[in-house]
């Protein structure tokens, strides 16, 4: 590829079809590069050239085959065909914690001595995948075991959010790209211009601390947010009057910290941890992300004590738990609030119904559980119920008529752990109502009826 070449589109591999990687080529291919998805999983790939994925997210299936049909984007398993003629190759397989907390760079090098027998001179292969600083050289070895072509190195992090994944792809906040030579950041550089977001040239090392950076510092603000809502509780505060009232400092802002029952989903729980154990391979043992860490593994253990004892124990009760998934608009349920909590009800007692719009417990590969039972409709979630849990703030679950299914002849509690359901008119329905972060009074005389 010469310089020139560069400001032109570009033959692009990405390698992993996974969330990240699918979603990446998709946008590629629509400001027109043309673009290899290229994964070992043969039944993943028979999907996605049918332009079927196989995990839910908004929009992205219109646009799969919208760039599909131009014939820019394609799928394939076979590693010669689609390294042979890229001029940028990008890694987006996954990271998985390793037992010590550390980022496991196993599938990151094996795709790395995979594609380097089939590299063109003077290729650049990015790796987009999450991994710590350091981490180039490890990649610049495992290549140089199977070529003896020039090749050129970057790393390029990813900050796209799940359920948004297209918007966000398609219009980033920044693109961060982390190399040392000037023909890579000018390729690079040229490749992202279509996206027109500020583009941030930096080293690799710089690129993946901030991706660190950006998820624990957000993981911190919700760990903070949770810990005043805690306060708030013990005081008569209401942590959403706090947050607003804060939120004007433009150093502070009011978006993204609303509390909840801790940040799940795939990336905050793992980064978190990855820099925990990052800190203390260097040496850093006493640091900051090892406590967020702990307070947010905690967390849903500690509120169902805390509701049980307010709701008179869990024992032969009938729970509805609605949101399944890890947050709205996504099928996907790692480290999801449901997966703790409902372990958790059975444990203390109670009869566990779930409903979600997306997930499915069962097809998601959770064990099947006795007293859980996950159900169709939302409606049917709620029949007879003691206790309601809204987990996740899909529109369909705040927007319910709660005042449907309540019965007068029973003391029945609403449980809202995204603080998104309007508290006079639950109380108006006749619910006991436990938010987050607020001292909500129980009515005595239902206490004691619930026990
Ligand atoms: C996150 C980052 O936002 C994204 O930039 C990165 O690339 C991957 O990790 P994602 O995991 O898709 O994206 O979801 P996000 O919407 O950020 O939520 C993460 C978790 O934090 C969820 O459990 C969510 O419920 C929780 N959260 C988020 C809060 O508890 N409060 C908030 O204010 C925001």
């Not at 590693?79 to 001029?87: L, N, T």
């Not at 900051?288 to 967390?299: G, M, P, Q, V, Y």
């Amino acid at each position: 590829m010469s310089v020139s070449q560069s400001t032109r589109s570009l033959n692009l591999t990405i390698i992993g079809t996974g969330f990240v990687g699918v979603v990446s080529a998709a946008v590629y291919a629509h400001f027109g590069n043309q673009v290899y998805g290229l994964d070992i999983d043969k039944h993943k790939i028979d999907l996605l050239k049918d332009s079927q994925i196989p995990f839910f997210e908004p929009g992205l299936a219109e646009l799969l085959q919208k760039t599909q049909k131009t014939g820019r984007l394609k799928f394939t398993t076979n590693y010669q065909k689609a390294i042979s003629q890229a001029d940028v190759i990008l890694i987006a397989v996954g990271t998985p914690s390793a037992p010590s907390g550390n980022a496991d760079l196993k599938y990151v090098l094996a795709a790395s001595v995979s594609l380097a027998p089939y590299l063109k001179q003077d290729a650049i292969v990015v790796v987009k995948s999450t991994v710590p600083p350091g981490t180039l050289a490890k990649v610049a070895e495992a290549i140089k075991t199977k070529t003896k072509r020039h090749f050129y190195l970057a790393s390029l992090p990813e900050f796209l959010k799940e359920g948004t994944a297209v918007a966000d792809t398609l219009k980033p906040d920044r693109i961060v790209i982390g190399a040392t030579d000037p023909f890579v950041f000018q390729v690079l550089e040229a490749l992202h211009q279509p996206f027109g977001a500020p583009i941030v040239k930096i080293s690799p090392e710089s690129a993946q601390m901030a991706k660190y950076a950006a998820n624990n510092f957000l993981a911190t603000r919700i760990t903070f947010a949770n810990q005043l809502a805690d306060l708030c509780e013990k005081n008569g505060a209401d942590i959403d009057e706090v947050i607003k009232a804060i939120g004007y400092d433009q150093r502070i802002g009011a978006h993204y910290w609303y509390p909840g029952f801790g940040y799940g989903g795939s990336c905050f729980p793992k980064d978190v941890k990855e820099l925990a154990a990052y800190s203390r391979t260097v040496g850093e043992a006493d640091n900051l992300f090892n406590k967020i860490d702990a307070l947010n593994e905690t967390r849903i253990a500690k509120l169902l004590d805390h509701y049980e004892k307010l709701i008179g124990g869990f024992e032969h009760k009938k729970v509805a738990v609605l949101g399944l998934s890890f947050k709205p608009n996504t099928n996907d349920m790692r480290v999801a609030p449901s997966t703790k909590v409902i372990p958790l009800l059975i444990e203390k007692g109670a009869e566990v119904v779930g409903y979600d719009p997306k997930a499915s417990w069962l097809e998601f590969g959770l064990p099947q559980l006795d007293n859980f039972q996950q159900l169709k409709t939302i409606e049917a979630a709620l029949e007879n119920v003691d206790v309601i849990f809204v987990l996740i703030e899909w529109p369909e679950i705040v927007q319910f008529d709660y005042g449907k299914i309540r019965q007068k002849n029973k003391p029945q509690w609403l449980i809202d752990a995204r603080n998104q359901l309007d508290i006079q008119q639950v109380q108006k329905w006749g619910f006991n109502y436990l938010a987050i972060g607020k001292s909500v009074k129980v009515p005595s005389y239902e206490r004691a009826k619930s026990k």
